[in-house]
């Protein structure tokens, strides 16, 4: 065996019999993370909640809602802020206690409950031109009900009806995954 | 082999004199017992004659209106490491140390072989080894490898590497090469809690995790590129940022078991973003405003338009996308037309019609029910994050950022929100402010 193969870590692959061998002997490793959607993630246990007819300005009721609920020392995920209101997503158990506090407060809300964060997960997402609208374009076509899209720059995150998640993370991964990758 | 990789950026090689002192550095390194692979930058940063912006605007000059090819382009733009490289090891040579220059693909630096944005797919480090052996200094160019196809081509396709490539290739190389330790030398003491230009007082990060420093790196902070952190996270190699020019002790990237506890991190911003809201309620149904959403989004994926905070609403959806960007998405949008099941919707950007816009309102007016889909504009857009560690989670968080910056009259567009970070798209021209602002309701001068 060459001297050289004792300084190489197992992941970075060459001819190491041969350190002359030709470039084509240089096999493909996972040595940075692989361009596109390399993993689909569900997480389940989670409560949708929609905040809408804010009275004008949008801002100070939106700030009474979130006083409320951390008032409630309930941590929230998934913020969005929506022409008239805002919504975010809270963990199933605390849901009670966030439909208590918005009801005495007299806001105009829903709480939707047995919701699923699905999550597509794509290494620097935000620079691959056209990945994310090709992932919304993904999830529109399956017909089923999105309550919530975010983006960060290594993942998308869609929150969907439990029931709905498994069809949607099916449809990603068979549109979105290259077969080489473990689906 | 107790080997270290010495990464310069472009400020520590922009003069003789800033070379000397990092050719210091090195041989310091040396004389303490390491044996040490240096990786640089081109010389200087955007503007110095051989920066990689200058290189790549004297191609850009010959004709503005004609776009060099990506492969002659990367040639082009290799050549400031290259410049680099060769006199960083000549630097060596007159203080009397051996030391040999590799272009990327002589180090054994493989790539995807995408011009302009490669990636490492993995590096056959022999020549670096037998330059070792010979007891003289690698110097590597930063930021290039080469692309080698199935058939084995003589030579290779030389390729660079994208943003954060020069750190990039010196954690790939300290990976390859299981470095005792990678150190990304640049002009700031470490990783700081903000853009010390936004905040003058922002503290020096002692110990942050790899995921915080990716998460920094992404949202803004351009101390370290988020992809160096990932090798040296994906291969367990201690990871530093120091000072070239100082001797502060830097910044070590850190696994999570070994942070310091729950604490928000820092405050970055980036991005000149344009912020489009559709109002969907012209929709009549439910299949019609999901078949308006899918419209829109399969025309940006169509334009490879990048999008960021997305939102979707029952009658509305919404996103930013760069600026740069804006015009193609204007020309697409702005007055397109989709007919569905005996309605027509008419696409109009910005409250007020274009010209284009309201010549096809004209045109459409006999096929009957003609409805707009406004989106609301709103240009000059930034994105100001907060990161932290196991933080986010923390009740009232949201409430905390909304606030500070409602009092502060800062008007907030949209939210995303991460395990690691909080971000708001605000307008560019209160940026800087955001930043102080949260940087101080999070008393981020105090961390360390």
Redesign the interface.
Known sequence: MSRTSKFMTEPISCDMDSPKSTPATFRETEFEKRRGVSRIEVRTGFAQVHVSEIAAPAMVGRLKVLKAVSEQQVSIDFLKLTPSGLSFLVSEDRAGAVQTVLEASGFSFVVSSGRSIVLVHAVNMRDEEGLISRIVQTVIGTNVSVDHIGDMHDRLLLVVKDADAAKVAQRFRESLIPTELER | ?NIKVMKFGGTSVATPEARMTSALRVISAKEQGFQPVVVVSAIGRRGAPYATDTLINVLKEIDPSVEPDARELDLMIACGEIMSAVIFAHTLKTLGHSAQAFRGGQAGI?T?G?YG?A????????SL?NSIEKGAIPVVCGFQG?Y?S???APG?ELTTL??GGSD?SGA?IG????ATAVEIFTDVDGVKTADPDAVPNASTLRKVTYDEVA?IA??GAKVVH??AA??AMQ?DIPLWVKNTFSDDEGTEIVKREKHPGRRATGVTHTGKLVYL?F?LSSAGT?TER?EL??RI??T?????????????????TGFAVPRAQYSTVADVLDGLVIPLKGKVFLFQIGRNASREVETQATLLESLGDVRRVVAELTEGCTMVSLVGHEF????????DV??TL?DAQI????????DF?LSVLIPESESNRAVRLLHDRFKLSLVS
């Open positions: 082999m493989r995807d995408v944005n990636r490492i797919v993995g590096i056959h480090p022999v080894f080469v080698v199935g058939d084995g290779g994208g943003r990039t790939a990976a390859a090469l299981k998460e992404h949202l988020p992809r990932e090798i291969y809201q109002d439910e999901t959403e899918a989004y399969e940006m994926a169509r334009y490879e338009i990048n999008l960021f905070m997305l939102n979707l609403s029952p009658n509305s986010m989670q923390t009740p009232g968080l949201f409430f909304l606030s409602n008007s907030v567009l949209q939210t995303s929100d991460s970070s």
